[in-house]
């Protein structure tokens, strides 16, 4: 399973961007979670968003760390086999190296911002937000 970033940048305090991590052909997202996940130097790589299909399998789940919501949305398009991770109300903090990962099966709403949890990575796309 191969993981592609891309859509980081730089942008000014409140600003928005959409990060998309487009996920290998072949791989269908109704099988695997896919998480956002953001490393800082010197800091543990931290779960920013997951999205996986909900109980029963219709629809999608998500989740959102605490600094994040109401500012992020996580989506899926199965026909790009993409996720996207539209960014809000960017600041400063927001700064990080922001990374995608797959895993094929669901995660509860106790692992989803592990990242022991997850088996496929990509490279990262870089986002800093100036002040």
């Known amino acids: 399973v191969q993981l592609v970033e891309s859509g980081g940048g730089l942008v000014q305090y409140g600003g928005s961007l959409t990060l998309s991590c487009e996920v290998s052909?072949?791989?269908?997202?109704?099988?695997?979670?896919i998480g956002w996940f953001r490393q800082v130097p010197g800091k543990e790589r931290e779960g920013v968003s997951s999205?996986?299909?909900?109980?029963?399998?219709?629809?999608?789940?998500?989740d959102y760390t605490d600094s994040v919501k109401g500012r992020f949305t996580i989506s899926r398009d199965h026909a790009k086999n993409t996720v996207y991770l539209r960014m809000g109300n960017l600041k400063p903090e927001d700064t990080a190296v922001y990374l995608c990962?797959?895993?094929?099966?669901?995660?509860?709403?106790?692992?989803?911002?592990?990242?022991?949890?997850?088996?496929?990575w990509g490279q990262g796309t870089q986002v800093t937000v100036s002040s």
């Open positions: 999205i996986t299909n909900a109980d029963g399998g219709t629809g999608d789940a998500t």
């Open positions: 990962a797959a895993v094929p099966h669901r995660l509860g709403r106790q692992k989803w911002y592990d990242p022991a949890e997850y088996d496929f």
């Open positions: 052909s072949g791989v269908s997202l109704d099988y695997y979670a």
